[in-house]
């Protein structure tokens, strides 16, 4: 099996690698927009072939990686169905629910496989956590917890471009903790605030954040996302239910300080981001990959799905920037 990447930062450097790792992989195929950086990325990288252009790249693989910026999601997107082939684009495939909408509607016609790359959907404890509740071992949800900030702030030149805390940082969670409840938000209330650097005040964001989402059956969610961990990266879910309280995210690399007796202490090899927390679930989300392309395994991520979290991200800072909540129809 051939499988292609289209743009190798630092994202699609580490999927490709992962990708050239899976034994049924014979050769992964390299292309970037920028001139010379696929080339040079395939000379640092066993197993993989730089290649000059998209079409070429395309019409030589069994299923392509789609890692460039989000604003050329749709389009590389449009080129990768229209060819036949399998792709898992990373999150998101356009930049608003319009576009992404009417992206999904020429996706679904296509009738061609695509993944979107939310990697906490292929983590293996968060997948275990999903089975636990799908099988009712932890009973009614009652209450979701979920906690994500990142040790370092992004480069604030990145900001502008982000999207924003609700679309950037937090997106992840809007979509994993629906998918984990298995009901539909109806309600969306959200609060920020800048207490990191100014640079987030001045690109209009905020580099703390609170949601609260409310599902149709009664359940509550709170995440909490922030721009700043002095111990490391950190991200939990915790689930508690009538059956059982599960959480996820909890092991000796958890850059969390207890004061009680015998507590959790962070440890110097604390989690320094989100490739190191999550490299399970990126090697697991390559795995997978290969799995859909060869017709082995249903869609994990599959594109419509990742409509909801957009909207639900849309509804978050409409919320934020207003101080009330707001409803949710036809999620």
């Given at each position: 099996?051939?499988?292609?990447?289209?743009?190798?930062?630092?994202?699609?450097?580490?999927?490709a690698?992962?990708?050239?790792?899976?034994?049924?992989?014979?050769e992964?195929?390299?292309?970037?927009?920028?001139?010379?950086?696929?080339?040079?990325?395939?000379?640092?990288?066993?197993?993989?072939k730089?290649?000059?252009?998209?079409?070429?790249?395309?019409?030589?693989?069994?299923?392509?990686?789609?890692?460039?910026?989000?604003?050329?999601?749709?389009?590389?997107?449009?080129?990768?169905?229209?060819?036949?082939?399998?792709?898992?684009?990373?999150?998101?495939?356009?930049?608003?629910?319009?576009?992404?909408?009417?992206?999904?509607?020429?996706?679904?016609?296509?009738?061609?496989?695509?993944?979107?790359?939310f990697?906490?959907?292929?983590?293996?404890?968060?997948?275990?956590?999903?089975?636990?509740?799908?099988?009712?071992?932890?009973?009614?949800?009652?209450?979701?917890?979920?906690?994500?900030?990142?040790?370092?702030?992004?480069?604030f030149?990145?900001?502008?471009?982000?999207?924003?805390?609700?679309?950037?940082?937090?997106?992840?969670?809007?979509?994993?903790?629906?998918w984990?409840?298995?009901?539909?938000?109806?309600?969306?209330?959200?609060?920020?605030?800048?207490?990191?650097?100014?640079?987030?005040?001045?690109?209009?964001?905020?580099?703390?954040?609170?949601?609260?989402?409310?599902?149709?059956?009664?359940a509550?969610?709170?995440?909490?996302?922030?721009?700043?961990?002095?111990?490391?990266?950190d991200?939990?879910?915790?689930?508690?239910g009538?059956?059982?309280?599960?959480?996820?995210?909890?092991?000796?690399?958890?850059?969390?300080?207890?004061?009680?007796?015998?507590?959790?202490?962070?440890?110097?090899?604390?989690?320094?981001?989100?490739?190191?927390?999550?490299?399970?679930?990126?090697?697991?989300?390559?795995?997978?990959?290969?799995?859909?392309?060869?017709?082995?395994v249903?869609?994990?991520?599959?594109?419509r799905?990742?409509?909801?979290?957009?909207?639900?991200?849309?509804?978050?800072?409409q919320?934020?920037?207003?101080?009330?909540?707001?409803?949710?129809?036809?999620?």
């Amino acid at each position: 099996m051939r499988i292609g990447v289209a743009g190798v930062g630092r994202i699609g450097t580490m999927h490709a690698a992962n990708l050239a790792a899976l034994d049924r992989v014979d050769e992964v195929l390299l292309f970037d927009p920028v001139p010379g950086r696929a080339a040079q990325a395939s000379a640092e990288l066993s197993g993989t072939k730089a290649v000059d252009d998209l079409d070429t790249l395309l019409g030589n693989v069994d299923g392509v990686l789609l890692a460039t910026p989000t604003n050329t999601h749709p389009e590389m997107l449009r080129a990768s169905i229209a060819k036949g082939v399998p792709t898992l684009c990373e999150k998101p495939i356009a930049s608003d629910v319009a576009e992404m909408a009417a992206l999904i509607a020429d996706v679904e016609k296509s009738g061609v496989e695509v993944l979107v790359g939310f990697q906490r959907r292929f983590d293996p404890a968060i997948y275990e956590l999903h089975r636990r509740i799908r099988a009712g071992e932890v009973g009614d949800v009652y209450l979701v917890r979920a906690v994500g900030n990142d040790a370092t702030p992004p480069d604030f030149s990145y900001l502008p471009a982000s999207g924003g805390i609700f679309r950037d940082l937090l997106i992840h969670d809007l979509d994993c903790v629906p998918w984990l409840v298995g009901e539909p938000v109806v309600e969306v209330y959200a609060s920020g605030s800048v207490l990191v650097h100014q640079a987030f005040a001045d690109a209009d964001d905020v580099d703390n954040a609170v949601v609260m989402l409310k599902f149709a059956g009664g359940a509550h969610a709170t995440l909490a996302g922030g721009r700043h961990d002095p111990v490391g990266y950190d991200h939990r879910i915790e689930v508690l239910g009538s059956s059982d309280s599960l959480v996820v995210g909890v092991d000796p690399r958890t850059p969390l300080n207890s004061l009680e007796p015998g507590g959790h202490v962070a440890g110097p090899d604390a989690y320094p981001g989100f490739p190191e927390r999550f490299h399970r679930a990126y090697v697991n989300e390559m795995n997978l990959f290969t799995q859909v392309v060869a017709g082995e395994v249903a869609n994990p991520s599959p594109a419509r799905e990742s409509l909801i979290s957009l909207r639900l991200a849309e509804a978050c800072e409409q919320s934020r920037r207003s101080g009330a909540p707001v409803r949710i129809e036809g999620n």
